[in-house]
């Protein structure tokens, strides 16, 4: 599968990683719209947020576990943004599910 995320995980394609466990990686974006960009990833590719079932689920879970230790360590103490975007109307780009953790600087209100 031509899939960039899956080949990021697997270590063909560089990338800075800051976290990782058996389920999940996470890594920079790199065009990052805030100070802290990260990507999180799960390690088994899942199309998008619309493929998500109670047989993959887990995923979703350990992704949200990681979450809080990746924040911290990326030192946002003052809050952060979690986003999803989600085939041709959420403008997603690469079809391997992501959650975008921005911060490090007050955020738009302008979406949500
Ligand atoms: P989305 O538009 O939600 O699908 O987001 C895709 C994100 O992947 C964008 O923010 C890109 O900047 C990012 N991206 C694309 N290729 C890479 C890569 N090789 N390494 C890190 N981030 C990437
Ligand atoms: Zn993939």
């Known amino acids: 599968m031509d899939c960039i995320f899956c080949k990021i995980i697997k270590g063909e ?3 800075a990683r800051v976290f990782e466990n058996d389920k999940v990686y996470a ?9 802290v960009h990260v990507l999180i990833v799960p390690k088994t590719h899942v199309p ?3 493929a998500i079932a ?10 949200f576990e990681a979450i809080p230790e990746i924040a ?3 030192g946002l103490t003052n809050g ?3 986003i ?17 953790l921005l911060g490090g600087k007050r955020l738009s209100e302008e979406m949500v």
């Not at 109670?54 to 992704?63: E, F, M, P, Q």
């Not at 109307?89 to 992501?98: A, I, R, S, Y």
């Open 13 to 15: 394609i560089p990338s």
């Open 27 to 35: 890594f920079r974006d790199i065009n990052p719209q805030a100070p």
């Open 48 to 50: 998008s947020a619309d």
């Open 54 to 63: 109670a047989r993959n689920s887990d995923l979703v879970a350990a992704i």
């Open 72 to 74: 911290k360590s990326e």
């Open 80 to 82: 952060y943004r979690i």
């Open 84 to 100: 999803t975007n989600c085939g041709e109307d959420g403008c997603q780009t690469v079809k391997h599910l992501h959650f975008h």
